[in-house]
């Protein structure tokens, strides 16, 4: 199965090339049975992968297709790496993607650009495979521009609508500023190290720098990567595309939320854990930025009404605890948070759509309440998602998110209590959704309310299947102090250096059971409180427009991040295009071309008044010409 590895990518690349070029001529049916049959397709070929790697037949294996780039001493082939690592990621990118192509069949049926959506949704798929199988950093930068490509066609996807666009353009030029940061850091590499290939990279890498030494050009490549990280997994101060990026279809945000874009930066991060252990400095970035985003989202979530938003800067603040343990060197446990986080985020995004298509499109939560009746199965599976991203035992967001703050703990007991105050804000906004939508007495017009039914089979038999996967995804994880092994740490720590930048203390077993309990419960006095004040005082958010307190108006408006970027960085950069346009493109660039014209102009003015006719002024002209020509030929010859 090793040498049909590259089938992995290419399926889901001929789903495209089929569905793209056919387009409109395909029925929906074949459309679908295409487009999530290529996925399927990839899916059997990594779970057999994925066998041969547990039981040890494959451990680290470099495929090698033809050399890409040949340039002097720089030698840079197309070729994928099969490790524990890339089969981790390639089984959630297809197996949560397949379930996400399914429930886009249901979802999408009755769009018109439903061929055109399919044909995206695979490439999208592609590109993240491309990415995380990549054996150096140039296969994976393709992928990763061909992410960021795909995001901006699925989040324009319905582009009659200009605010759409604009949420498109926003996501593809914030994420440009990263990949600038990641193209440098590229071409750093390349010139102290000579190679892209990551064996030759981290190997020379552990040769040249040593551990705890400040090394200013590994600082400066770490530091690149990072902001290319902050790019794609959405990290401040590049983190405002993502919640616009709710402008596409809901099963691309569960796509994009879940299985494929905004992983990618943690996943180049643990794929380069050799470098970024050799830099500590850069680790104390990350863990500072990763724990300001986790808690800066997640505020502006307490007050959001749009279930997507909710969901939205849950999963900037989901990101901000994944780059926090990146940033505590646990980069098992970040890639244990991706792969929980999968589980449960999916469900919750593909719930929000099974609620949005019974509410004809409304998204607005205060428009919504006592649908549990009217929608069972969405509702079973869509608080087993919030139990779970709650951290409740024994669903899977409980283990991922407990050896986060194990290890935070580890570092400092003020870090563990800050990541404590993000999951406990995490748990209020979850529940007061879960609440707002699914409790108390109706909200809506009585049109939507006539409308009211749950989603066919083919939306929620993914539902279902990702709400299994959110309850016992975790025990693959179970620490020693519950009786388990870790076994996905076990499994990962092949590709982990083994350069120790540990700098807490051990904790001891009675330590951790007193730490899960504290935060447990915690968890379950605020799940007391959102229902008290949801459900039994019935508590609904102010209207649009109405006064608000000054913090909650902060809160609401997202901290006026936005306006303050469009203060400090759009308008000027508009101002500086309409200077350069009105003084340099038409005062001086368009005076010099037009000037050019106008001697022409003038000189042909001039000279067709030489064009008269007469026979004898064309033979005076010869001669002229013919005496001038013998006059210069004398001339050079002398």
Known sequence: MLQLAWLIPVLPLIGFLIIGLANKKLPKAVVGFVGCGSILGSFAIVLTLLTEVLNGTIQSETLTYF??????????????????????????????????????????????????????????????????????????FAGWEGVGLCSYLLIGFWFKNNDYNNAAKKAFIMNRIGDLGFLLGMLLIIVTFGSLEYSAVFEQAQTIFKPGVAQPVLIAITLLLFLGATGKSAQIPLYTWLPDAMAGPTPVSALIHAATMVTAGIYMIVRSNVLFSLAPFTLEVIEIIGLTTALFAATIGLVQNDIKKVLAYSTVSQLGYMFFALGMGAYSTAIFHVATHAFFKALLFLGAGSVIHAMSGEQDIRSMGGLWKKLPITFATFIIGTVAIAGIPPFAGFFSKDEI????????????????????????????????????????????????????????????????????????????????????????????????????????????????????????????????????????????????????????????IDEIYRTLVVKPLYWLGDIFYKVFEIRIIDNFVNAWGKGVDRGSAGLRFLQNGSISFYMFAMVIGIILILFFNTIIKL
């Open 405 to 560: 703050l194990a290890h935070a703990y580890e570092h400092s007991p003020i870090l563990w209590a800050l990541g404590v105050l993000g999951a406990l804000m995490t748990t209020f906004y979850m529940f007061r959704l879960v609440f707002l939508t699914f409790f108390g007495s109706f909200r809506g017009t009585e049109h939507q309310k006539s409308h009211l039914h749950e989603s066919p089979l083919i939306m929620t038999i993914p539902l279902m299947v990702l709400a299994v996967l959110s309850i016992i995804g975790g025990f693959v994880g179970v620490p020693e102090v519950l009786g388990g092994h870790n076994f996905l740490k076990s499994f990962l720590s092949p590709i982990i250096a083994p350069i120790n930048q540990h700098t807490g203390h051990a904790l001891s077993h009675s330590t951790e059971l007193m730490l899960m309990g504290i935060s447990v419960g915690a968890v379950l006095l605020v799940i007391i409180i959102a229902a008290i004040v949801y459900i039994s005082k019935k508590a609904v958010p102010s209207p649009e427009g109405s006064d608000l307190s000054a913090p909650h108006k902060v809160l609401y408006n997202k901290y006026y």
């Open 67 to 140: 050399n890409w780039i040949s340039a002097g001493s720089l030698d840079i082939k197309l070729s994928f790496l099969i490790d524990p690592l890339s089969v981790t990621m390639m089984t959630i990118i297809t197996g949560v993607g397949f379930l996400i192509h399914l429930y886009s069949a249901g979802y999408m049926s009755h769009d018109e650009g439903f061929a055109r959506y399919f044909a995206y949704l695979n490439l999208f798929v592609f590109s993240m495979l491309i990415l995380v199988m990549g054996s150096n950093f140039l296969v994976l």
